[in-house]
């Protein structure tokens, strides 16, 4: 059990909870006293991120949800809404990741990317705003990469998705800074997810997906310097969580516009 509880009674929206930091950052903020509704496009993946609640899950009512699409995210935010009674704040972690060569990147690659991360995160967060604007110390936490800022070899869609959200992320805290509702990003790197694992949507195999003849010495620029616990180069998504946990807390009231990157030292 968490030893803060800084999110008694507060009502958060979490997106692709079925799986990695979405998962964990459901699981912090349950161990924080905070009422959950957490979406995911997996079934099962949301089965077992209520398993993994366990004693907490009667504050976790879950919804299926597809970021990518305009009316999945219009029925499922209402759902997650009306169940609450309201929404405090807004954690938008689904994502996905496909590498290839940039010549080799199709076009329906390259759209999906930009559809479930950037388009899905304009949708959540679209459709949230009404209630977010009546709701208490409202925030809204977005997910960008390390890769928005640095270079991520083979994998210029997502990069591409993630600069956007880090971008909209900044316009939308001027926006809606007079009606006090904040706006921040995380950062995450080398952090083990459903992404690095090799899983995705719906469960299916995905993962980095690096080319069979990517050049892994262009890698050596995006290695952690603190140690991980056990073998290769993936933090937990406990790491992530917790900062997502502190954005989205009413004490983080002078934070807004920014980005805080998790990445180990990666790129220092």
């Given amino acids: 059990m968490a030893t803060l509880q800084r999110f008694t009674d507060r009502r958060v929206l979490i997106t692709g909870a079925g799986s990695g930091i979405g998962q964990a950052t459901v699981l912090r903020i349950l161990d924080e006293g905070g009422i959950v509704v957490a979406a995911d496009v997996s079934k099962p993946g949301l089965a077992d991120t209520e398993a993994k609640a366990g004693e907490t899950s009667a504050g976790l009512t879950t919804v299926v949800m597809d970021v990518g699409s305009e009316d999945s995210v219009l029925a499922g935010v209402a759902r997650a809404v009306d169940t609450m009674g309201g929404l405090d704040a807004l954690v938008n972690a689904a994502g996905i990741l496909r590498s290839s060569h940039f010549t080799d990147t199709t076009l329906a690659d390259f ?158």
Avoid at 113 to 130: D, K, Q, S, Y
């Fill in 111 to 268: 759209e999906q990317v930009l559809r479930i991360n950037l388009i899905g995160t304009f949708l959540v967060t679209r459709e949230a705003l009404p209630a977010l604007r009546i709701g208490t110390a409202p925030a809204v936490v977005n997910f960008s990469s390390t890769s928005a800022n640095f270079a991520h070899p083979y994998m210029s869609a997502y990069a591409a998705s993630k600069g956007g959200i880090q971008a909209m992320t900044h316009t939308l805290a001027l926006e809606f800074s007079k009606q006090g509702i904040r706006f921040n990003c995380v950062q995450p790197g080398s952090i083990s997810s459903g992404m690095t694992d090799g899983t995705g949507r719906s469960g299916q195999s995905v993962g980095p997906g690096l080319p069979e003849d990517a050049d892994y010495t262009l890698f050596g620029k995006i290695m952690p310097t603190l140690p991980v616990d056990g073998d290769g180069m993936f933090a937990k998504p406990d790491a992530v969580a917790a900062v997502v946990a502190m954005l989205a807390a009413p004490e983080a009231y002078f934070v807004t516009g920014t980005e805080v990157r998790v990445d180990g030292g990666t790129h220092m």
